[in-house]
């Protein structure tokens, strides 16, 4: 827990330039990364770039290869972090995963997923909250 509650430390609740934005989402994604460790899955890779678009994480659990989108909102009265992820941004990622799977040559070889995390802070204790949702976007694999 102490990994978690370090980098949580370090993020800047007033990102406003592109550049601490970008920042704070590293950190966010760091965290995720943190918090899914916790559950047993091993990183592989961060922020996977293609021509089609960007995963957050790649992570291992036992021999099933996880893309996770990590989406974060300071407040969530309004909306949830996980519903902000539409279907143009699901089929991104699920055609991000399938260019990852054929660079790799790992096309039929491993089963797979895409998850999804949102991560929100609580407005009365400050304390972060995750909303891990497996499988959640269809990979076609």
């Not at 922020?47 to 995963?55: A, D, H, S």
Request: net charge positive; proline share 3%; aromatic share 8%.
């Amino acid at each position: 827990m102490s990994q978690l509650n370090n980098l949580t430390t370090q993020i800047n609740r007033s990102a406003t330039s592109p550049d601490q934005r970008r920042k704070t989402g590293v950190a966010y994604e760091q965290l995720a990364s943190a918090y899914l460790q916790e559950f047993g899955l091993q990183p592989i890779a961060s922020n996977y770039q293609c021509r089609l678009g960007e995963i957050d994480l790649i992570m291992r659990e036992q021999n099933t290869l996880v893309f996770v989108e990590v989406r974060y909102r300071l407040r969530s009265e309004f909306m949830s972090p996980i519903v902000s992820i539409n279907k143009k941004k699901q089929q991104k990622l699920r055609r991000t995963a399938q260019v990852y799977l054929k660079h790799h040559g790992l096309t039929d070889a491993v089963p797979c997923r895409i998850d999804l995390i949102g991560i929100t802070r609580c407005k009365q204790t400050g304390v972060l909250m995750y909303e891990w949702i497996k499988n959640a976007i269809e990979s076609h694999n």
